[in-house]
């Protein structure tokens, strides 16, 4: 009986993992193929009319997505662990963790399909920004297949600054409400999670 699940635990485990390196390939190779398909957004630059509808997302996961942690990321694996707990408690699902990562989208900006690439920031960061998060989504089905979050140095152990980006990371939009997580604006911002649960998959 036991083993019995053990097994199925481990075939499960296996193909989630075969599902994952089969989506990382096939991004890719759409990627490289017809990269018209595939939309780079600012998520921050993209505003909603309608506050009163509560907060939007423009896109969606379909694996549950890895995190790399890039060596030279302003995160410590407690801030990050703290971060993707406020998530999964909405019901969200991540893949694997890899810290003090050198592979993928750390190295280069055009690999790191499947996952969500956390960084420190690069040559596109604007200023006043804290964070900014680019998602490439499938510009047909609103699937996000790739994501990167670059933060400031100096507010990597802030609070609620990871949570956000991973917001925009899981497809969420800025939403401009006192003391909630999506407001854009760190100090009008709070930890509010109102209308960022998973179920609420409605897509603009
Ligand atoms: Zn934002």
């Known amino acids: 009986m036991i083993l019995g699940l053990l097994k199925n635990i481990m075939t499960k485990t296996i193909l989630n993992k075969f599902y994952i390196f089969f989506f990382i390939t096939s991004c890719t190779a759409l990627a490289a193929v017809t990269e018209y398909k595939i939309n780079k957004i600012l998520q921050s630059a993209e505003k909603i009319n309608v506050i009163s509808k509560g907060p939007t997302k423009n896109g969606r996961w379909a694996v549950e997505p890895n995190i790399y942690v890039c060596k030279n990321a302003p995160i410590s694996q407690h801030r990050l662990e703290r971060a993707l707990d406020y998530w999964k408690k909405l019901g969200y699902k991540f893949g694997d963790v890899f810290y003090n990562d050198e592979s993928f989208g750390c ?5 790191g399909y499947g996952g969500i690439t956390i960084d420190l920031i690069g040559q596109k960061f604007k ?19 790739k994501s990167r979050i670059e933060i400031k140095n100096s507010w990597g152990g802030s609070p609620r600054v990871l949570e956000h980006e991973l917001g925009h990371a899981l ?12 407001n854009h604006n760190w100090i009008e911002g709070g930890s509010e999670s109102r209308g960022l649960e998973y179920k609420n998959e409605y897509i603009k």
């Open 107 to 111: 190295i280069n900006e055009r690999l």
């Open 127 to 145: 200023e006043p920004n804290i964070g900014m998060t680019w998602n490439w989504r499938h510009n047909e089905t609103n699937e996000i297949v």
């Open 171 to 182: 497809g969420w939009l800025d939403f401009k409400k006192r003391n909630h997580l999506m």
